[in-house]
């Protein structure tokens, strides 16, 4: 039998005064499910709220790859599919009673009633909602992440890593070839022309053949080999990131043309049904 005491420790109600919640309990239908049994599946109309009165409730939801994501499990007390009531949208989730639960089941008329003749209330039950709303906005903004995957890993770059990036960009570049080209011609042309007496003999650094040229040039192609070589690393690192992506992305297409043949047979089911039951009504007539 359903009871004020019910609604005593129910978060979303406890905020009504007592003529209040004798009001809605009276309202207020109890129903039972068996272990296993499912109360709601996501996507399913939703047009009321439950309070757990004993036993418990998975809420849950499928990831992208099938697998099942518990997010709350509804235990005495607690109560779940208040967004649905008053918005009258689909269902977020999917419930499932894990042991024999009794609940109330509060549907839009009930709410109605208590609003009509309460007007009060219904900014105290909004309330409630908006700070659970709001305690889930802050968890999705820290669960999640506006930038994309390859985004998130150069956020988390070293600076060395940073610095390899930048020389193998600057190294396949045509000003990259001219700065050499210039510096080049600079250094030999210098030293030569010192060396023939063009210039002054003493700006001779690195007369032929050029060995410390040699030198700074060999270090030069050593270091940057080197720094081509991290930055390919990570390009490797983010194709795979970009692969997994699409397959995830795949996977969660091939997910939703499944769920959307599980709907046209159970809608199918349910015309059969109807049909039938029509058909026999027609025959006793």
């Known amino acids: 039998m359903s009871t004020k005491s019910d609604l005593a420790h129910v978060q979303l109600f406890d905020s009504l005064s007592d003529d209040e919640k004798a009001l809605l309990v009276s309202q207020m ?50 109560f779940f599919g208040e967004l649905s009531l008053l918005d009258g949208e689909p269902r977020s989730a999917s419930a499932l009673a894990i042991s024999e639960t009794r609940a109330l089941r509060i549907d839009r008329a009930d709410l109605e009633t208590l609003f009509s003749k309460h007007p009060a209330s219904a900014l105290r039950v909004l309330r409630v909602v908006a700070k659970r709303l709001r305690h889930a906005d802050r968890l999705l903004g820290v669960r999640t992440s506006a930038l994309s995957p390859n985004e998130a890993i150069d956020d988390g770059l070293t600076p060395l890593q940073k610095l390899s990036d930048a020389a193998a960009a600057f190294s396949g570049t045509f000003a990259f070839l001219m700065l050499h080209a210039v510096w080049f011609s600079v250094w030999i ?5 010192a060396a023939r007496g063009i210039i002054n003999p003493s700006w001779a650094f690195d007369e032929y053949p050029f060995g410390l040229l040699t030198m700074v040039v060999s270090l030069e192609a050593i270091f940057l080999s080197c720094m081509v070589l991290i930055s390919q690393d990570r390009q490797a690192a983010k194709e795979r990131i970009r692969s997994d992506v699409e397959y995830a992305a795949n996977i969660r297409a091939g ?19 109807r049909l039938a039951t029509l058909e026999a009504a027609l025959r006793s007539k």
Do not use: C, W, Y
């Open 29 to 78: 239908e109890e129903v039972s499910f068996a272990s296993g049994q499912m109360l709601f599946r996501h996507g399913d109309p939703g047009d009321a709220a439950f309070i757990v009165s004993s036993g418990a409730v998975e809420l849950f939801i499928e990831d992208s790859t099938g697998e099942r994501v518990v997010f709350e499990t509804a235990n005495a007390g607690d």
């Open 189 to 193: 042309g210098l030293n030569v022309a």
């Open 255 to 273: 997910l939703e043309v499944t769920q959307l043949h599980v709907k046209l047979d159970r809608n199918q089911e349910q015309i059969a049904q």
